[in-house]
């Protein structure tokens, strides 16, 4: 199993870094095939606050096949984050894997390029829940029925409303591509 970890400019390392360690637990430790390969616009990816990141493959290197899930963390507008994530090849890489039911995580604000994509109209999702709700707005705009609860998950797509959220999501998304079982187990042993 492999899932393809996108990282947009501007991204949150609490929302990355849940993913990264969640399936490296499950990998490492429990010997789970969940293999994980970052992806981005271009090699070097800064994170919110400035962090670089090195990702292994380039946006236009993807064949969607040889993937089983899309995980996005979510970012901050005053660092660019909308720009990448609103990018017409970034919305049909999400339409691509949303057509093969392929598994979609996402963290926090990381639901509105799924909004924005189309795969969310007339599901059930959700996004960052405070500022005045102003996000979950957006995302109803995309057709969205709005759930304001930490996870929500609708058959392939796990969506959730802020950076607490992001070991959740991974937790979610590791049952999907193994089991309950196999799941807490990771959960267990990581103190969770």
Aim: hydrophobic letters at 45%.
């Amino acid at each position: 199993m492999k899932t393809l970890l996108f990282l947009a400019k501007g991204f949150e390392t609490m929302e990355f870094s849940g993913f990264v360690d969640v399936l490296g637990w499950a990998r490492h430790d429990f010997g789970h095939d969940v293999q994980v390969e970052t992806c981005g616009f271009q090699k070097e990816v800064i994170s919110t606050f400035h962090i670089p990141v090195i990702v292994d493959k380039l946006i236009n290197e993807i064949n969607v096949d040889d993937y089983d899930a899309l995980a996005i963390p979510g970012g901050f507008e005053e660092f660019g984050f909308y720009e990448e994530v609103y990018d017409e090849r970034f919305l049909e890489l999400i339409r691509a894997f949303d057509s093969k039911k392929k598994f979609i995580a996402t963290v926090c604000v990381a639901a509105l390029p799924l909004g924005k994509s189309g795969v969310l109209k007339g599901r059930n999702a959700t996004t960052y829940h405070l500022g005045g709700g102003r996000r979950q707005k957006q995302l109803a705009e995309f057709g969205v029925n709005v759930i304001n609860e930490p996870i929500v998950i609708d058959k392939n797509i796990i969506t959730s409303y802020c950076p607490e959220t992001a070991a959740g999501v991974a937790f979610s998304l590791l049952e999907l591509l193994t089991s309950k079982e196999s799941m807490e187990i990771v959960k267990h042993a990581m103190g969770f």
